[in-house]
């Protein structure tokens, strides 16, 4: 087996994923946050991308559906973020 560019991509997938992860669990970011949702989407599109090129359906479907759920949490820690912004600022 040679390992490919879309190899490489997906690894750093997986590292954001499991990074982001980690961040939580050690307490270093709010799982509510930003940065946490932003992390695990942009590792589910990684891991997409390599998906394409070595495709397997179940790991497919798992990452489609890891994304939606990260980009809303990304969505909604902006409503948060705004509304903040809205108190302070009347």
């Known amino acids: 087996m040679t390992y490919t560019w879309a190899d490489a991509v ?3 997938g997986v590292l954001l994923v499991l990074l982001s992860y980690l961040a939580l669990q050690l307490e270093r970011i709010d799982g509510r946050g930003f940065a ?4 695990n989407a942009l590792g589910a599109l990684l891991l997409l991308v390599s998906l394409i ?3 397997n359906l179940s790991s497919v479907v798992i990452e489609v559906f890891w994304l939606a759920i990260s980009l809303f ?6 409503q948060r973020r705004r509304k903040r912004r809205q108190q302070v600022d009347p």
Do not use: D, I, P, T
């Open 36 to 39: 946490y949702s932003a992390c």
């Open 10 to 12: 997906g690894n750093l």
């Open 73 to 78: 949490g990304v969505w909604r820690a902006g």
């Open 53 to 55: 090129v070595n495709f």
